[in-house]
């Protein structure tokens, strides 16, 4: 799995004009699934995120986590983050899960993430979907398991 998280002062998502994502402070996570992932590995990924500390404290350190900061997620599935540009013009993405394989992922690391104790929505799996964010620092941070 790969994750894109950007720590936001507000973020929301919206598919077709309707908005099906919003929230405050927290997270936006842009997440790519590839064939080999499986919930164990959502897992760790759902561990790491919500004890991530890249939120300030009184001293202005990163020492805080989202969880800390009682702060939301958004996550947003992402297959372009498998994009391999390694030839040509055009990006392969033969890296990414196929649909069927990603989406229970996709859903269960959200749900992962809101059992841990932060509130998450997320984006609508397969759709164009208009993501919009107001990036906190700015701070945003890749992860791969």
């Known amino acids: 799995m790969r994750a894109v998280l950007q720590r936001v002062k507000q973020a929301s998502v919206k598919v077709e004009g309707e908005m099906v994502a919003e929230i405050g402070c927290g997270l936006l996570i842009l997440l790519g699934v590839s064939p080999e992932d499986s919930m164990a590995v959502a897992e760790q990924l759902a561990d790491k995120v919500v004890h991530l500390r890249i939120f ?13 900061m009682g702060g939301s997620a958004i996550v947003v599935s992402q297959f372009t983050l498998y994009a391999d540009t390694s030839r040509g013009r055009r990006p392969s993405f033969i890296g990414a899960a196929r649909p069927e394989v990603a989406e229970p992922l996709v859903t269960a690391f959200g749900q992962m993430l809101a059992d841990r104790g932060v509130p998450t929505q997320t984006g609508v799996f397969g759709a164009h979907m208009d993501v919009a964010l107001v990036n906190d620092g700015p701070v945003t941070i890749t992860l791969s398991f």
């Open 56 to 68: 300030e404290d009184e001293d202005d350190r990163m020492n805080r986590s989202v969880l800390d």
